[in-house]
């Protein structure tokens, strides 16, 4: 059973600092990786994707995979109020269709 | 910017009805998914739709739900019997290729009573 573990949370983080999320996966197959992001009774919103091991930025968000570690992180610069909303990490296997979800972490950035 | 639609967003019936959930995904994609959440738990893959066929399906899939195609732009996801366990968020999501990016829709809320 394929799993991608993620700390619930909250984190708390003040507006201007850098939050960092993480998640680790089970499936050593698994070979893209997604974060996105999830506001209250909204669908989720794919923020990165990253299939290489080392970072990817796209402005302020960096995603990092380690592949030999099965780990995953995120972390968002200068973080606004409106970041403030639930993270999910996805991964998907070799030959599989399917994404597997994280349950989430919840971030809250204090203005 | 292209965007998944679907429709209705929010959906309540009665136990043991039939409901049908509707998705256009973007124009050009040809992978096409559907996944639920139920309210306070994590995202759950149900089923991917490729080339006119089921391509993958997990253990929630089972005889109870069906998927079409009907047209070229549209994608079902069919209910045929509800249960009260049914009452969830269903997101439809498509992706250009296998394992590349989703994108998801807006999401069906249903409510089974």
């Known amino acids: 059973q394929k799993e991608v573990e993620q700390n619930s949370g909250p984190l708390s983080v003040p507006e201007g600092a850098i939050a960092s999320l993480n998640c680790t996966y089970s499936?050593?197959?698994?070979?893209?990786f997604f974060w996105y992001r999830q506001y209250s009774g909204k669908s989720p919103e794919l923020i990165m994707s990253?299939?290489?091991?080392g970072d990817k930025e796209d402005g302020r968000f960096t995603a990092q995979l380690n592949k030999a570690s099965q780990y995953v992180s995120l972390l968002i610069r200068d973080s606004q109020p409106s970041d403030s909303a639930t993270y999910l990490c996805a991964d998907s296997g070799a030959g599989s269709y399917q994404l597997t979800f994280g349950k989430g972490t919840k971030l809250s950035v204090i203005p | 910017e292209p965007e998944v639609t679907q429709t209705p967003s929010h959906q309540v019936t009665q136990m043991g009805q039939e409901v049908i959930l509707r998705c256009v995904p973007i124009?050009?994609?040809?992978?096409f998914y559907w996944y639920r959440q139920i309210l306070g738990q994590k995202v759950e893959f149900l089923v991917s739709?490729?080339?006119?066929?089921?391509?993958?399906k997990s253990e929630i899939f089972d005889d109870q739900f069906s998927v079409e195609r009907p047209d070229g732009s549209n994608f079902t996801l069919k209910i045929r019997s509800t249960k009260l366990e049914d009452s969830a968020m269903y997101f439809c999501a498509s992706s250009e290729s296998m394992s590349d990016e989703q994108f998801f829709g807006p999401g069906t809320r249903l409510t089974v009573l």
């Open positions: 124009s050009n994609h040809l992978y």
């Open positions: 499936d050593r197959g698994s070979q893209s």
């Open positions: 739709f490729y080339n006119n066929e089921i391509s993958e």
């Open positions: 990253i299939y290489s091991n």
